[in-house]
């Protein structure tokens, strides 16, 4: 079983929409797909067959001040507007639908990491979990802490799936992957922002102790994954995807020339996957 994982990364997750967008057009199917925060919505796409969806999302619906803006913190307590992202653009009805139907039609499996905001833990939501016009879970796991209030899901307060498992390698192969695609938004060698994640964790350890604790050690989860994804791509059981640079772009960087160029990048990248399938 061939997996493929895709990490995310707020807005240089356009990186990863180049990827997919070069396996639909190489005709590229995996067994087994799994997504962190905007690495899901990337994946919901891509099994539905949607070629160039993601990339409107990054470069197109992004500059829109209901997408994300101080006007979205103020009257929601939420920077980035999930429910506009993942309910008013993409129901049905919505101008941009997600292929619901074909996506759950796919022939491999789905998952998407999740936090549980009150255990600090990962949640791995299933393909059944989705259905049509409730995509609950991709705002779950694509609502970061402090920038978005937590999306509840049956009671339960979630967080950002990179929280809790940020490179969710040792799930793919516990599952029965063989081998892996995991596309990353930045270098190799880049760590997590460790800083940044401090500052939340200050923020959140009152209401949600054991996601500030999961935040501490967010970014040395990062790095020790990244750090054994490299081991096994040794050992030719890991294909790692990531840019050379990340053309300037943060994880919120709404700026047209750099978010086109990291897409360019992650197309033309994605042209190592399809010797890795053979």
């Given at each position: 079983m061939i997996g493929v994982i895709d990490v995310g990364g707020g807005l240089r997750g356009v990186y990863g929409a180049g990827v997919f967008d070069r396996c639909l057009d190489d005709r590229i199917q995996f067994d087994y797909c799994i997504g962190v925060s905007a690495g899901s919505a990337n994946i919901a796409s891509y099994t539905a067959g949607q070629r160039?969806?993601?990339?409107?999302?990054?470069?197109?619906?992004?500059?829109?001040?209901?997408?994300?803006?101080?006007?979205?913190?103020?009257?929601?307590?939420?920077y980035?507007?999930?429910?506009?992202?993942?309910?008013?653009?993409?129901?049905?009805?919505?101008?941009?639908?997600?292929?619901?139907?074909?996506?759950?039609?796919?022939?491999?499996?789905?998952?998407?990491?999740?936090?549980n905001a009150l255990t600090g833990e990962a949640k791995y939501f299933e393909i059944g979990d989705y259905a049509q016009d409730d995509y609950s879970v991709l705002k779950a796991s694509c609502s970061l802490p402090v920038v978005c209030k937590p999306y509840f899901i049956d009671g339960v307060p979630y967080?950002?799936?990179?929280?809790?498992?940020?490179?969710?390698?040792?799930?793919?192969?516990?599952?029965?992957?063989?081998?892996?695609?995991?596309?990353?938004?930045?270098?190799?060698?880049?760590?997590?922002?460790?800083?940044?994640?401090?500052?939340?964790?200050?923020?959140?350890?009152?209401?949600?102790?054991?996601?500030?604790?999961?935040?501490?050690?967010?970014?040395?989860?990062?790095?020790?994954?990244?750090?054994k994804a490299l081991e096994l791509q040794q050992q030719g059981k890991v294909l790692i995807i990531a840019p050379d640079n990340t053309c300037g772009m943060s994880t919120l960087t709404k700026d047209r020339e750099k978010i086109d160029a990291m897409y360019r990048k992650g197309y033309n990248d994605a042209a190592k996957i399809r010797n890795f399938q053979r």
């Open positions: 160039g969806r993601n990339y409107r999302f990054f470069a197109d619906y992004t500059f829109r001040k209901e997408y994300m803006s101080l006007g979205n913190m103020i009257k929601s307590g939420s980035i507007g999930i429910d506009y992202i993942y309910g008013t653009l993409s129901d049905s009805c919505g101008e941009d639908p997600l292929g619901y139907t074909e996506m759950v039609k796919y022939h491999g499996i789905i998952k998407t990491v999740a936090t967080y950002d799936g990179g929280v809790s498992d940020p490179v969710p390698i040792d799930k793919a192969f516990a599952d029965g992957c063989e081998k892996v695609v995991l596309i990353l938004t930045k270098p190799i060698e880049a760590s997590s922002a460790s800083s940044r994640n401090s500052a939340a964790a200050k923020i959140l350890k009152s209401k949600y102790p054991n996601t500030s604790a999961s935040l501490l050690k967010m970014a040395e989860k990062y790095e020790a994954s990244v750090k």
